[in-house]
């Protein structure tokens, strides 16, 4: 999911920049300071779990959980995911700093708009509110994978096939993460559900 330096154009890049700084103006907004170490953790844990690559064909995949950082932060996953990635690139070189801010639309909108459609049935019945879960973490992929599509069609028309392999070999992910979601809330509903949104102001 990570867009490397020299692939977008300049339109591409500056677009994204933008949308990025905007966003996370709105999520530092947004932020409660009591609720920046909670912000820091899920920051983390996106950052160890974007680490962990798995073979899939001539490419890899590996566990993004934007959704699960959007649910419990709402916008402020903006702030949250752009702090991992600006350390994955410096550190690891994973994506780039020139694509920094696609990368982090790429991440985050998808995030906030499952945050935004799946968050008001969390605190419904178990079966709605775990639905509601699974659909926020396999949708969040799966919005990502489409945005990072369009950026590289808006480059270059000749990357829509590899957008297309892109979304495919994301497939098994897009599940996996519904099922990760779907358990961090059943977890969190039982042991912490003033975590969940819904039971804080956001």
């Not at 009591?34 to 566990?63: E, K, M, W, Y």
């Not at 920094?100 to 968050?119: E, F, Q």
């Not at 509601?132 to 994978?145: D, I, P, R, Y």
């Not at 039982?190 to 819904?198: A, C, R, S």
């Amino acid at each position: 999911m990570h867009i490397s330096e020299g692939v977008l154009s300049g339109p591409v890049l500056i677009s994204g920049g933008a949308l990025a700084a905007a966003g996370t103006a709105i999520g530092l907004k947004k932020l409660d300071y009591d609720r920046i170490a909670q912000a820091a953790i899920l920051s983390a844990a996106f950052f160890v779990a974007c680490l962990i690559h798995v073979p899939i064909g001539p490419t890899n995949a590996h566990l993004i959980l934007n959704g699960l950082v959007g649910l419990l932060l709402g916008w402020a996953a903006f702030p949250a995911i752009l702090v991992a990635l600006v350390l994955q690139a410096t550190l690891f070189q994973f994506g780039g700093i020139t694509a920094l801010g696609v990368n982090t639309i790429i991440m985050a909108l998808p995030a906030v708009l499952c945050y935004i459609v799946c968050s008001p049935f969390i605190h419904k019945k178990s079966t709605l509110a775990l639905s509601a879960a699974f659909a926020c973490g396999f949708l969040a992929v799966f919005f990502s994978a489409i945005i990072l599509g369009l950026a590289l069609v808006f480059t270059e028309e000749n990357f829509f096939e590899v957008s297309a392999i892109v979304i495919v070999a994301h497939i098994p992910v897009m599940i996996i993460e519904g099922i990760v979601t779907a358990m961090c809330v059943a977890f969190l509903k039982k042991v912490q559900p003033t975590m969940l949104p819904g039971s804080q102001k956001q």
